[in-house]
């Protein structure tokens, strides 16, 4: 009798327990008030107009100083052409110049170093 009595009063409880606000209830007291928010204005009326990067640009990976190259790591399939010249910037300022002469390993070259410095992290680009 007395099991018969406690999976009655279970069935008459749990659904009570189960109720989908019981989290709504329970959240943690929050003093200040919420933040206003900024409207942004919407874009529809204006265009918005992507254009990929075609520049080609890599990073200075090793310097040889006596041998004046550089060995040069750029993405995968975007290597630049033996003979063509870049320059390399330290810093977002201009310090010197690359002809690539080859050879290529991977996504790696080798520069000689034409004019100026190189250290590495430097940034070649061609433009």
Same mark, same amino acid.
């Given at each position: 009798?007395?099991?018969?009595?406690?999976?009655?009063?279970?069935?008459?409880?749990?659904?009570?327990?189960?109720?989908?606000?019981?989290?709504?209830?329970?959240?943690?007291?929050?003093?200040?008030?919420?933040?206003?928010?900024?409207?942004?204005?919407?874009?529809?009326?204006?265009?918005?107009?992507?254009?990929?990067?075609? !520049?080609?640009?890599?990073?200075?990976?090793?310097?040889?100083?006596?041998?004046?190259?550089?060995?040069?790591?750029?993405?995968?399939?975007?290597?630049?052409?033996?003979?063509?010249?870049?320059?390399?910037?330290?810093?977002?300022?201009?310090?010197?110049?690359?002809?690539?002469? !080859?050879?290529?390993?991977?996504?790696? +070259? +080798? !520069?000689?170093?034409?004019?100026?410095?190189?250290?590495? !992290?430097?940034?070649?680009?061609?433009?």
């Amino acid at each position: 009798m007395r099991c018969w009595l406690f999976i009655v009063l279970l069935g008459v409880l749990a659904p009570g327990c189960a109720h989908k606000e019981f989290g709504a209830l329970h959240q943690p007291f929050n003093p200040l008030p919420p933040a206003p928010t900024n409207a942004v204005p919407s874009l529809s009326n204006q265009q918005v107009v992507l254009t990929p990067e075609t !520049g080609l640009s890599g990073k200075v990976v090793k310097v040889n100083t006596g041998g004046r190259f550089v060995v040069l790591n750029f993405r995968l399939g975007h290597l630049p052409a033996v003979d063509q010249r870049l320059n390399v910037y330290h810093e977002g300022l201009k310090v010197g110049e690359v002809k690539i002469s !080859g050879p290529q390993l991977e996504d790696n +070259v +080798v !520069g000689d170093l034409v004019s100026g410095s190189a250290q590495v !992290g430097d940034e070649v680009r061609d433009q």
